[in-house]
């Protein structure tokens, strides 16, 4: 006779059956399921356990879902090992869910699992060849609505690999800002303080929005973009209006803040200016530091006109890095060209378009390939203009849009550019 007996679970055995699993779990183990998931199965579900007299020494717990039950949970106390009281357990189970017309039964197991014998002995099969993939989403469910409430959202994946070229401004941005926020316990182990505000300066559409949102989504952290002009609008006044924004900010446990052309809140102090406007600048300076106390953030400022910025506001202490974003050389505007041109366009000179398009941003590149695009869509629909050579996805075609486009950056903001790496920059 086997001295446990086995029933249904009774509400007043859940702290017996927690402690079961708790003692049960190896805590190298990546646990599939949550102990909350595993509490819900026991009330919602099926669970049954075995005991001696009053006291649980195994459960194990179900989830069913139309004609299949996965195991959440199969534990059995230490001392009660290897006495056929995992199998008890599920032949326990088998038999309520064969009641109920259930016959398929399924469960998940970390591989590093090594406590499978019962379902082994049970005749469970093993599935060698199936693989678990899981993913976490990045905003707790607390979070939704201030996120909502911000205009933030979570990016899609994959913005990163988007961004084409600009090889070293990458590889600054991944090492300085990436990685250690997202490894900050690796970081901080080294002495390295992961960065919590940056400026990232340089000529229009050299991509430093891209490059923002980009740094979100490879960490997966939400994106929230303020507007200074909006919030101007506030009743309360600008000032007010940006320090509530940041209250409602620092909710978020990681968070990507994004301020494009900060120049505008927060550019020199000069006589003429508006009171008001230096209202906010100080608003600014106070705000950063209140951001940097709190881990799992990063403020990213965007500018095209870094030397107009207040000095103070720069200050080492409040922003970590301030990183240039130049327009592309000549291999950068090669891989933007291609990421541009679709794949069919196969004989297209790449390197004639690159030579050809110097100080163009990517912005630039992106206006031009599109361009030749639109004209051969138009070509091919309209009878019209079948006749128009240039309409094709020719080097010759990309040639004409390049000479109709106007490189956004000039000589003189290359010179400033340079200008400005040299006394502001700090990477
Ligand atoms: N490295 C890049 N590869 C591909 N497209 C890019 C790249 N950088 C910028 N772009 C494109 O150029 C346009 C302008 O970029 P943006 O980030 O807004 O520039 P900025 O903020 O510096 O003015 C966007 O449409 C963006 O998709
Ligand atoms: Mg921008």
Redesign the pocket.
């Known amino acids: 006779m086997q001295p446990w007996s086995v029933r249904d679970f009774h509400a007043d055995d859940l702290d017996q059956v927690i402690s079961v699993w708790q003692a049960s779990r190896t805590d190298s183990v990546h646990p599939v399921y949550t102990l909350s998931e595993i509490i819900r199965t026991c009330s919602d579900d099926l669970a049954v356990v075995a005991v001696v007299r009053d006291e649980v020494i195994g459960a194990v717990t179900c989830m069913i879902q139309e004609d299949r039950a996965w195991i959440l949970m199969l534990a059995q106390a230490s001392a009660w090992r290897g006495q056929g009281l995992g199998s008890a357990l599920l032949a326990g189970l088998e038999r309520r869910l064969a009641d109920q017309g259930i016959r398929r039964i399924s469960a998940l197991l970390p591989a590093s699992e090594t406590r499978v014998k019962a379902f082994r002995n049970s005749e469970y099969r093993f599935e060698e060849d199936l693989h678990y993939f899981e993913r976490i989403l990045p905003v707790q469910p607390q979070e939704m609505p201030p996120l909502t409430h911000l205009g933030g959202r979570i990016l899609p994946r994959g913005l990163w690999d988007?961004?084409?070229?600009?090889q070293h401004?990458?590889e600054l941005i991944e090492q300085r800002l990436i990685l250690p926020l997202a490894r900050p316990d690796l970081a901080n182990s080294l002495g390295v303080v992961p960065p919590q505000a940056v400026v990232?300066f340089?000529?229009?559409?050299?991509?430093?929005?891209?490059?923002?949102?980009a740094v979100a989504s490879r960490l997966d952290w939400p994106f929230v973009e303020v507007f200074p002009s909006r919030l101007a609008a506030d009743p309360q006044g600008l000032a007010a209006a940006l320090r509530q924004t940041f209250l409602d900010i620092s909710g978020l446990d990681h968070v990507v803040v994004f301020i494009?052309e900060v120049e505008e809140i927060a550019s020199a102090r000069n006589g003429e200016r508006a009171s008001v406007l230096q209202g906010v600048t100080n608003e600014l300076l106070k705000i950063i530091p209140a951001f940097r106390e709190q881990p799992g953030g990063i403020l990213i400022c965007?500018t095209?006109f870094i030397r107009s910025l207040d000095l103070a506001f720069l200050r080492h202490g409040r922003f970590d890095y301030v990183i240039p974003?130049g327009a592309?050389d000549a291999a950068?505007r090669a891989?933007?060209w291609r990421?541009?041109i679709p794949g069919t366009a196969t004989e297209v000179d790449i390197d004639l378009l690159a030579a050809a398009s110097e100080r163009f941003?990517?912005?630039?590149?992106?206006?031009a390939a599109r361009k030749t695009s639109q004209n051969a869509f138009e070509q091919a629909v309209l009878p019209c203009r079948q006749e128009q050579p240039e309409a094709e996805l020719s080097t010759d075609a990309y040639l004409t849009a390049i000479t109709e486009t106007r490189a956004t950056v000039t000589e003189a903001t290359v010179k400033e550019f340079l200008e400005d790496i040299e006394r502001i920059a700090r990477i």
């Open positions: 988007g961004l084409a070229g600009m401004e990458k990232l340089g000529p229009p559409g050299t991509g430093k929005t891209t490059f923002a949102k494009d965007a095209n974003i592309p950068a891989a933007i990421r541009y941003s990517p912005a630039d590149i992106e206006f």
